[in-house]
């Protein structure tokens, strides 16, 4: 039974990993292109100046500021993030727990799940502790707007 266990948990395992990869691939691939059709669209841009003086003369109005604002990377949703950081410290805290509690009960894989369910219950409480204390050091720096409306509707997420 212990074998049957093993290998099914080396199958599941190696199927998560692909599809992260796989993801994490097909993500590199996508930002690679928005970043590479903007840097082409505003090189473009530019090339349409004759002088230097044109040039500083747009990066002065209004449009250029835009401009120039559009060729920083925007930052993500703090709080976004921080909840996601939140979210996966829960479930993987819980599938911990739940290891743990299967590996009293099914004397087979005893071993199997505590092992798993102790890596995922550590897993999950770093996961709580790191996302605890990038919203302490967030908000000590002033990173985090305040009030209900600087959530930006994060009742979806």
Do not use: C
């Not at 590199?28 to 100046?49: C, S």
């Not at 003086?53 to 449009?63: C, P, Q, T």
């Not at 707007?145 to 009742?155: H, K, T, V, W, Y």
Request: cysteine-free.
């Amino acid at each position: 039974m212990n074998e049957e266990f093993a290998g099914m948990i080396g199958g599941v395992s190696a199927m998560v990993a692909i599809a992260w990869v796989v993801r994490a691939a097909l993500d590199h691939q996508r930002a690679k292109r928005i970043i590479g059709a903007q840097a082409e669209l505003q090189h473009k841009l530019l090339e349409k100046f004759g002088s230097s003086k044109e040039l500083m003369e747009f990066l002065g109005s209004g449009a250029g500021q835009r401009f120039l604002l559009s060729t920083a990377p925007a930052p993500g949703n703090p709080y976004a993030r921080i909840l996601g950081s939140i979210r996966s410290g829960i479930l993987l805290t819980l599938l911990g727990g739940a290891m743990l509690f299967l590996s009293d009960r099914i004397a087979e894989a005893a071993e199997g799940f505590s092992m798993l369910g102790a890596i995922a219950l550590v897993l999950g409480i770093g996961f709580l502790l790191s996302s605890a204390v990038v919203y302490l050091l967030s908000r000590s720096w002033g990173l985090l707007p305040r009030g209900p409306e600087a959530a930006g509707g994060l009742g979806n997420v």
